[in-house]
């Protein structure tokens, strides 16, 4: 079973800071790896699928990119409405997986 | 618009059982695989199940093999998950999600339901 990896597992941040969430698979997925966004209480959100592509209504401040086996979450100027934890989830083969949140929190 | 609404969740004894239901609107749900994702109390995501648009195959995670079952009924727009013999390690919120297999994405989310496993 492939295993992810996501790291900090939280972060403080100040509104306009860059933010980067990195997430790591045990093995091969290709570009099989997509990103959400979940706040307290609501369901999660999808923000970029595909390693690097932007889902519809998600603003350009979020952006993904891979290399090799490791995948990184960009958030270039951090707002308000981004405090909230991340997940990176592997799509390439059964049994899906979920890597552990990053909880981005409030400086 | 796409909408998901779970329902079913509530307070079942250790080995107990209960159906969860999802109703899908907004889209041609007899063309997308389906999933339930759980969340334990202050925990992250658990990707549960998995069904084709067809209900010809279906995909578990381990803790739940043999115990819960996804199936759906396409003339109703319904996805479901049969759990039996609950544990209290099955408490949780269950989400049901649109899987359009493109990227292994689940695209839209419902709103979840609370399933609380407890003597």
């Known amino acids: 079973d492939i295993q992810m990896t996501q790291s900090p597992s939280s972060l403080s941040a100040s509104v306009g800071d860059r933010v980067t969430i990195t997430c790591r698979a045990s093995q091969s997925i290709s570009n099989y790896l997509n990103w959400y966004q979940q706040k307290p209480g609501k369901a999660p959100k999808l923000l970029v699928y595909g390693a690097s592509g932007l889902q519809s209504g998600v603003p350009s401040r979020f952006s993904g990119s891979a290399s090799g086996t490791d995948f990184t979450l960009i958030i270039s100027s951090l707002q308000p409405e981004d405090f909230a934890t991340y997940y990176c989830q592997q799509g390439n083969s059964f049994p899906l997986a979920f890597g552990g949140g990053t909880k981005v929190e409030i400086k | 618009e796409v909408h998901l609404v779970e329902t079913g969740g509530g307070l079942v004894q250790p080995g107990g059982s209960l159906r969860l239901s999802c109703a899908a609107s907004?889209?041609?749900?007899?063309?997308?695989?389906m999933t339930w994702v759980r969340q334990a109390p202050g925990k992250g995501l658990e990707w549960v199940a998995n069904i084709k648009h067809d209900g010809s195959q279906k995909y578990y995670v381990d803790s739940v093999k043999g115990r819960f079952t996804i199936s759906r009924d396409n003339a109703k727009n319904s996805l479901y998950l049969q759990m039996n013999s609950l544990r209290a390690e099955d408490t949780a919120v269950y989400y049901c999600?649109?899987?359009?297999?493109?990227?292994?994405?689940?695209?839209?989310w419902g709103q979840g339901t609370l399933v609380t496993v407890s003597s």
């Open positions: 907004g889209f041609n749900f007899n063309t997308y695989w």
């Open positions: 999600a649109r899987y359009p297999t493109d990227f292994g994405d689940f695209d839209c």
